[in-house]
């Protein structure tokens, strides 16, 4: 099946620096890449989404300077959280959309990210 | 009142008992509803879709009521390593198509 590989699985940064995720799919190619975060004891919550070759559409709340998405093509897409602060350290999972229904979304395997 | 609704849990339940879920929806424009499971720090994986015939895989059977807006997930004679969160999950097509995550329902089966 579809798989979407997802890197770094963890990071520990400190305060200030970036940190860049990537996401690739490895035997399709992904048009429409989704990223989402996640707090302890909490769902989870869609950041942003990509298209390959066009801006990200970010959700109400999320900063976008902040969140960078580069989606530059159909295997590649990453998420780079600029000048990271301890608020930011949380569990960023991607998916990606394989068909037209829910069903078809694989995600990658999440990268815990801990800002110190 | 929040896009997906669900009881957060945990649900305790002996092994081999029967558990049941729900969870609400707002948008009644929802196309597509699913559950997936969610082990600790790990990706969501899907469990199954939810169909408005209802639909079984195994121990697991899924409804959907779109009159009263919600969804259930019931497991039948529950295994330990049924010991996780179910997330309800919606997908609402139309203008954007994405999925809105409820935050989960933990359930922790016990020996």
């Known amino acids: 099946g579809a798989v979407v590989s997802q890197h770094p699985s963890r990071v520990i940064c400190k305060s200030g620096t970036s940190v860049k995720i990537e996401c690739r799919s490895l035997d399709f190619q992904a048009t429409t890449m989704f990223w989402y975060r996640q707090f302890p004891k909490q769902s989870l919550m869609l950041m942003a989404t990509s298209n390959e070759g066009s801006k990200a559409t970010y959700e109400q709340g999320v900063e976008k300077d902040k969140f960078l998405i580069n989606h530059a093509s159909l295997t590649l897409s990453t998420l780079t959280v600029t000048s990271a602060h301890p608020e930011d350290s949380s569990f960023y999972i991607c998916s990606a959309s394989v068909g037209r229904w829910g069903s078809d979304y694989t995600f990658g395997s999440g990268t815990r990210l801990t800002v110190v | ?111």
């Open chain 2, 1 to 111: 009142r929040k896009e997906v609704e669900q009881d957060p849990g945990p649900f305790n339940v002996p092994e081999g008992a029967t558990v049941a879920f729900n969870c609400t929806y707002s948008n009644s424009a929802s196309q597509s509803f699913f559950w997936y499971r969610q082990d600790c720090r790990k990706e969501p994986k899907l469990l199954m879709s939810v169909y408005s015939s209802g639909n079984e895989d195994g121990r697991f059977t899924a409804q959907l009521n779109r009159a009263s807006q919600y969804i259930s997930l019931l497991i039948r004679d529950s295994k330990l390593s049924d010991s996780a969160t179910y997330l309800c999950v919606v997908n609402e097509r139309g203008r954007d198509d994405k999925i809105i995550f409820g935050k989960g329902t933990r359930l922790h089966i016990l020996p």
